[in-house]
């Protein structure tokens, strides 16, 4: 399963990710934990998008689901990095985002440069709920080979 979207840089887009990207996991019978925690981190690598990118126009999310993983990307075409804010503390809202993705998938990657902007790449191992559609192909194909 694959998807792609290009989306205005707004708040408002953020939503949409969410949805499309829940229903496609839950379509396919992800457990609802693992669906939740994608969400999360999807949504936080979205806002950062939003708030933090310094080019306007759109930013683009891809996501497939291939061999019990979920792989999603988070594309801006900004000036690339920024200086890293002075640390405010544990209980500062700015700069929690990146330490909650990292609790919530099993890879998160950043690759960032001025002339390309930022790509934010996570990944989850997938776990599935007992109806998954993914284990009825799974036996449906054993099944017919024999």
């Known amino acids: 399963m694959r998807f792609s979207l290009a989306l205005p840089r707004d708040a408002l887009s ?3 990710v969410r949805r499309v990207t ?3 996991l839950r379509g396919l019978g992800v457990s609802e934990d693992c669906v939740d925690d994608l969400l999360v981190a999807i949504s936080e690598a979205c806002t950062n998008v939003v708030q933090h990118a310094r080019a306007t126009g759109e930013y683009e999310v891809t996501g497939h689901v291939d061999d019990g993983a979920c792989m999603l990307k988070i594309m ?3 000036g690339g990095p920024r200086p890293a804010p002075e640390d405010r ?3 500062s809202e700015s700069g929690r985002g990146l330490r909650i993705m990292r609790a919530l ?3 998160l990657d950043i690759d960032s440069s001025p002339d390309r902007g930022t790509v934010v790449h996570l990944r989850k191992r ?3 709920s007992d109806g998954a ?3 009825r192909l799974d036996r449906s194909l054993m099944h017919n080979a024999g």
């Open 105 to 107: 998938v099993d890879d």
């Open 14 to 16: 953020i939503p949409v």
């Open 22 to 24: 829940g229903d496609a």
């Open 133 to 135: 559609l993914v284990r």
């Open 76 to 78: 801006d075409w900004g």
């Open 126 to 128: 997938l776990t599935w």
């Open 89 to 91: 503390g544990v209980l």
